[in-house]
């Protein structure tokens, strides 16, 4: 079974300030890991995903995410937040053999106040 | 290129009525995958395509809930007699290989 916890269902920062939404998971298997952004009315974007390889992931946007085994935590960061970050992230995981159901998180709203 | 597209962008209807919903993968994607999106909710898993063979129905909801899928091209998403609490975005993605999965804009659903 795995499973995917964002603890925070709101984040606001100011913008040029960092950015730090957090995601811990539970995983039966290793686990890929992925965070998506959803901009309003539009389709979700893959923003970076961990595969076993290095633990410190960058994604697109200057966004990364460091996979933590010891503390089963996926957080996303970002060290100067634009206008245009504002959106919804989700923190994914994807484990077991077929390695192919994603299991979502509930999500994250990330409002940038100018 | 072309990503993944749905149709309609926009249902709406009566509940006790069926509806379809449209997906098309991007060329040469083997595997199409159905999720569900309620209000405020992440993604729900509803099935897994790898080309016209259903491995994985175990997330749909009830069996008013079917897809099918024609070759490695074209799925639809059924859903019978529909109820409230079907409203929900329903989201389609594929993918090339059983990891990164490309998705489409969504159907976003409405039973009155």
């Known amino acids: 079974a795995q499973s995917v916890t964002q603890l925070d269902s709101h984040v606001s920062v100011s913008e040029g300030t960092p950015v730090l939404l957090r995601c811990n998971y539970s995983?039966?298997?290793?686990?890929?890991l992925f965070w998506y952004v959803q901009h309003p009315n539009k389709g979700l974007q893959l923003l970076l995903k961990?595969?076993?390889?290095?633990?410190l992931v960058k994604g697109i946007n200057g966004f990364e995410a460091e996979f933590k085994k010891s503390e089963t935590s996926f957080h996303l960061t970002k060290p100067s937040a634009h206008m245009s970050d504002a959106a919804e992230y989700f923190c994914?995981?994807?484990?077991?053999?077929?390695?192919?159901?994603?299991?979502f998180g509930k999500g994250t709203l990330l409002t940038v106040n100018p | 290129g072309a990503g993944v597209s749905q149709s309609p962008s926009n249902k709406v209807t009566e509940k006790g009525k069926d509806v379809e919903l449209r997906c098309d993968p991007i060329?040469?994607?083997?595997?199409l995958y159905w999720y569900r999106q309620r209000l405020g909710q992440g993604l729900e898993f509803l099935i897994y395509?790898?080309?016209?063979?259903?491995?994985?129905k175990s997330g749909l909801p009830s069996d008013r809930f079917s897809a099918e899928r024609t070759g490695e091209s074209v799925s639809t998403l059924t859903i019978q007699r529909t109820q409230q609490e079907d409203s929900a975005v329903y989201l389609c993605?594929?993918?090339?290989?059983?990891?990164?999965?490309?998705f489409g804009p969504g159907t976003r659903l409405t039973v009155l």
């Open positions: 961990y595969t076993s390889a290095a633990t």
């Open positions: 994914v995981v994807s484990s077991g053999g077929s390695n192919y159901k994603l299991t």
């Open positions: 993605a594929s993918s090339p290989r059983t990891n990164e999965q490309f």
């Open positions: 060329s040469g994607h083997t595997a």
């Open positions: 395509f790898q080309g016209n063979s259903a491995p994985d």
């Open positions: 995983s039966s298997y290793s686990p890929s």
